[in-house]
């Protein structure tokens, strides 16, 4: 049971490295009529990504 966990655990951790490590599509060019600077598109994705991996992985654990 202990290997399946660590299977699912490598797994998970690979899968989120990998898509916070995958380039972002560039928007097309915004006019912005007011002198502000926009946030950092796709910041807080390694965030939310981490996240959903530690929620993942206690569900893994508390299913075995």
């Known amino acids: 049971m ?4 660590l299977l699912g ?9 990998v898509s916070a490590a ?3 599509p ?3 060019p ?3 009529l007011r002198a502000e600077t926009p946030a950092e598109a796709g ?3 390694l965030g939310f990504a981490l996240i959903i991996f ?3 992985a206690l569900v893994v654990a508390m299913a075995v």
Not at 2 to 5: A, L, P, S
Not at 9 to 17: D, E, P, R, W
């Open 30 to 32: 915004v006019v912005y």
């Open 9 to 17: 655990l490598t797994a998970l951790v690979g899968v989120t490295v």
């Open 54 to 56: 530690v929620v993942l």
């Open 22 to 24: 995958l380039p972002r």
């Open 26 to 28: 560039t928007p097309p």
């Open 2 to 5: 202990m290997t399946i966990f």
């Open 43 to 45: 910041g807080g994705d």
